[in-house]
């Protein structure tokens, strides 16, 4: 009873948002068979099927909806994107990537070229393939969309990274499609910037696919 007595004065940690079972800390696995059929065609080599949720990132979309991240501890993450709401009535899309590559940018003009430049393209080269840009704006220039995302890890700490980016894909022989992400992040620590350009490859997943562990 002497709770009701003194309060605490530690701050409540924002809480991470969860959908589908999924939340931090967590774990979950995918169908070991869709792996298995898929991975020969893909940039990706020998994804894991089951994955320990270690941070989860949230950012709004201008068109309404909202992207969940849930980061693993396998170099990938499971993006969720809703629209609406954020209940599974209202996911739109799910697939899971892996980290193909992060270079860091250096300094102020760097980053303005790697903005310009390197982001948003017609087409992408990676690993012999070309994926073409999904994003098409009106006219010619397509400039890469810019989120902010806020990322919850376990330890209790909230961040947020501007990120502008751009998504690609390719169609697979069995009429799939592997898809590829291209970022520039930038995140202040500090008084100082930390950008960098980080490539990210993925493909669909269904939420029957995915078997939630707790």
Sequence with gaps: MF????????PKKPRAPEVMGLYL???????????????????????????LIQA?????????GTLLRFYTDDDAFLQVVLDGGMTENHITDVKLWYFYSTTTVGNESQWKHCLANDISKPEYALEGHSFKRVWDAVGNDSPPVAVTEKTYEEDGDVSETDQFMMLY??????????????????????????????????????????????
């Design 169 to 214: 894909e390719r169609e697979l022989s069995d009429g799939n499609t592997e898809s590829l992400l291209v970022a520039g992040e930038e995140k202040i620590v500090g008084h100082n910037a930390d950008r960098c350009l980080v490539i990210s490859t993925g493909f669909d997943i269904q939420p029957a696919d995915i078997r939630i562990n707790g």
């Design 3 to 10: 709770s009701k007595w003194f309060k605490s004065d530690e």
């Design 56 to 64: 989860v990132g949230q950012a709004e979309l201008d068109s309404g």
């Design 25 to 51: 800390g967590g774990s979950f696995e995918l169908d070991p068979l869709k792996l298995k059929l898929i991975t020969p065609e893909l940039c990706i080599e020998n994804p894991a099927n089951k994955h």
